[in-house]
């Protein structure tokens, strides 16, 4: 794919120290495929791309004092060249903006530190409190240092007499590759507890307590029932339903450019805001602008517009579903002249079935490309995938999408500006929480993405250089840059809340014999750290401690608003309920040692796993925008088995810890649960499994 010649280079960002020379052409989104660049004096006379100007974000002095508009180009801009005098740039002056996302960003950066700080010191005092404890004068014996070894995933050394050296402190990712282990005099082996809330059912304290009729009912489940069934689905129908006027089959290219544009609005004003893999501005005046003028080419540009419209048609269900006013510009859409083809294309099932197959059969041909935007248009397929709840496709387009990451990670020295570099950072933390979520509830291999995190910085959202200057103007602290930065905080806090929840899984989600685990200041300060994640967010995506009062969002500007408040404040309760769920373990492995710690931690884990706004009020109606739906419905199954085991276990004491309203909530997750049957064959097994739970339980409420 030719790269387009750009005329001029800008300061895209405000932690840039200078811009590079990119006469000779810069990157499109994320594209670093080769190719010689267009020169503007070879195109012909009709062509549609035209000079473009862009509005100076740091003009030299001289440019400055006349008042003349400068190119920004370095060392000398065009003026100062042509006049033949010295050019000097001053330093970039920071917007509001820029200053309240660097204070987020900070913020984020502090809490990771502090996590790291608190694992490496409570590694180090319980060595030392179990190395005066295990022999005399600090005496550590042979077996003990080497676990501790395997531990630090340092090399095992022999004890010795002389000061102890520095130890590499344990690095906490996204996977790990040798577990922790606590160390006890015989020192016995942990035993790792799955992150997946499908092995809930596998604990065998839990199958212990099961009546005979869920016994029945999960006997013949094995532990990969969800890979077996999910695999074994039939693939999506590959049928095109619609032709153009000359029977060709390649319809796309004669859809109205009202309607691609309305559609892709949509998305934008969806799924982008939570998850922002696409740049808006360059998707319009680039992206957009190149596929639609030359008919759908056969060029990944085309895949990414297919994969938009996809998910616009399912943000358009979402509107509706939430009885929501959409923009005037899809208002006209769905009541002028293109009424009939709009409704027809809008109003498959499931929705936007049409241009995802027609993307992935042009993807067919782009397999080996490893461009970001062949990286962009497999994590759009993987977001498409898992809004119709097929975890498989889902996970294979994202592995896919996660070993290019890894290749342009690699290569990052090939990026022409800092947007490019930045564009690259929105992509790979995007597909690296979304494969965490999936590799650990379907234990899957990961990709090993994770082993690039530090080097890979936060987006900072650089602003796309080039863009004509019409679309730059207005911009600065514009209640459409406040919009903007809401859901940019809220992605940055989506990155911190996953660094922490991945903390939890790594440091304390295993049993051992001893009775002082999972260690007790560790789940403090774990605790503590989550406080702080809350306390630490901007004031824009703020919320209280105190949820009691609003358990639900209620209606809201756009459907985005409403899920990127919903899902803060539901991660937030998921943290806290992953921090006490190897408490619930323990209790219920050997219910006879559980201290009043320990039972309370199991009631703070029960309190927190119920009322999650992301799956309540008006975002239970709007299930075709709720971007984690199976991970909900996995979750929520595998509570209810805990549920279910505790109520009815034959000691009060273990009773006691489940809350009294836990029925109302199974009532309210019930709709979802039913909703993700109907799409999945995996979800159905454990729509199956709940009713049988809650069946289950009424009788033995009547019973006693």
């Keep these: 794919m030719a790269k387009r010649k750009r005329e001029k280079s800008s300061a895209a960002d405000s932690q840039s120290i200078a811009a590079q020379d990119v006469a000779s052409g810069a990157t499109r989104e994320g594209s670093v495929s080769d190719g010689a660049d267009i020169d503007a004096q070879e195109r012909p006379s009709n062509d549609i791309h035209r000079t473009r100007t862009f509005l100076a974000s740091l003009a030299c002095e001289q440019c400055r004092a ?44 502090r809490l990771e530190t502090k996590i790291e700080d608190l694992t490496t010191a409570f590694n180090e005092d319980r060595d030392e409190r179990r190395a005066l404890a295990s022999g005399p004068a600090g005496g550590i014996s042979e077996g003990s240092a080497d676990v501790r070894a395997e531990v630090r995933n ?10 102890t050296q520095p130890r590499t402190p344990v690095r906490i ?92 609005d ?57 009885n929501f006013s959409v923009p005037a510009d899809i208002e006209i859409c769905r009541s002028g002249r293109h009424q009939d083809l709009w409704s027809e294309i809008t109003q498959e099932n499931p929705q936007g079935l049409r241009f995802f197959n027609e993307g992935r059969k042009l993807s067919a041909f782009l397999q080996t490309e490893t461009s970001l935007q062949a990286c962009q248009n497999l994590l759009l397929s993987a977001l498409w995938s898992a809004q119709i709840v097929r975890p498989m496709d889902s996970w294979t387009y994202l592995t896919r999408a996660c070993y290019i990451c890894i290749i342009m990670v690699k290569l990052r020295c090939n990026a022409t500006n800092d947007w490019a570099d930045d564009m690259l950072s929105r992509v790979f933390w995007s597909a690296l929480m979304s494969e965490a979520i999936l590799v650990q509830e379907l234990d899957l291999p990961p990709s090993g993405l994770v082993r690039y995190e530090d080097d890979v910085q936060l987006p900072r959202f650089v602003k796309c250089p080039h863009l004509p200057e019409a679309s730059s103007q207005g911009r600065v602290d514009s209640d459409a840059d406040d919009d903007e930065a809401y859901f940019q905080y809220h992605f940055l806090a989506q990155v911190a809340h996953r660094i922490i929840l991945t903390r939890v899984r790594n440091s304390i989600y295993f049993v051992a014999e001893t009775a002082d685990f999972p260690p007790q200041a560790v789940v403090a300060e774990l605790y503590h750290q989550l406080e702080q994640w809350r306390e630490a967010l901007p004031s824009i995506i703020q919320f209280a401690h105190d949820e009691s009062a609003q358990r639900h969002v209620t209606k809201t500007a756009s459907p985005a608003h409403a899920v990127a408040d919903a899902i803060l404040r539901s991660r937030y309760r998921i943290a806290k309920f992953h921090i006490g769920r190897p408490f619930l373990c323990k209790v219920l492995q050997s219910p006879s040692t559980a201290t009043q710690r320990d039972l309370e931690a199991c009631a703070s884990a029960f309190e927190a796993a119920m009322w999650w706004p992301a799956v309540q009020g008006i975002c239970q109606l709007m299930k075709s925008f709720s971007p984690l739906k199976f991970a909900f419905s996995c979750q929520f199954v595998g509570q209810q088995v805990l549920y279910h085991a505790f109520a009815m276990h034959p000691l009060p004491a273990l009773q006691n810890v489940v809350p009294r309203d836990w029925y109302v909530w199974s009532r309210e997750i019930s709709h979802l649960l039913s909703y993700c049957a109907s799409l999945s064959p995996a979800v159905a097994t454990d729509f199956t499994l709940f009713r049988a739970l809650q069946d289950d339980l009424t009788v033995y409420d009547r019973q006693t």
Aim: proline fraction near 6%; glycine fraction near 4%.
């Design 66 to 109: 006349k008042k003349t508009k400068c190119d920004e180009d370095r060392p000398k801009c065009g003026q100062c060249k042509s006049s033949s005098i010295e050019c000097v740039y001053g330093e970039k002056r920071f917007t509001k903006k820029d200053q309240s996302l660097n204070a987020a960003v900070n913020a984020i950066r």
């Design 154 to 163: 340092e090399r095992p050394s022999k004890p010795s007499n002389s000061q």
């Design 173 to 264: 990712g996204l996977e790990t590759t040798v577990p922790p282990r606590t160390v006890s005099p015989t020192h016995s082996r942990p035993i790792p507890i799955s992150f997946s809330q499908h092995a809930t059912i596998q604990w065998d304290s839990i199958r212990s307590g099961l009546s005979k009729r869920l016994q029945q009912e999960t006997q013949h489940l094995g532990s990969d029932f969800v890979i077996e069934q999910e695999s074994q689905r039939p693939p999506l129908s590959s049928t095109i339903s619609c032709l153009s006027s000359d029977g060709h089959v390649y319809w796309a290219r004669d859809l109205p450019e009202v309607i691609v544009r309305a559609l892709s």
């Design 266 to 322: 949509l998305y934008f004003l969806t799924f982008n805001r939570i998850s922002p893999i696409l740049d808006r501005e360059f998707y319009d005046h680039y992206t957009l602008v190149d596929v639609i003028h030359g008919g759908f080419p056969e060029t990944v540009e085309s895949c990414v517009v297919l994969n938009v419209l996809a998910l616009g048609c399912l943000a358009l269900q979402a509107y509706e579903e939430g």
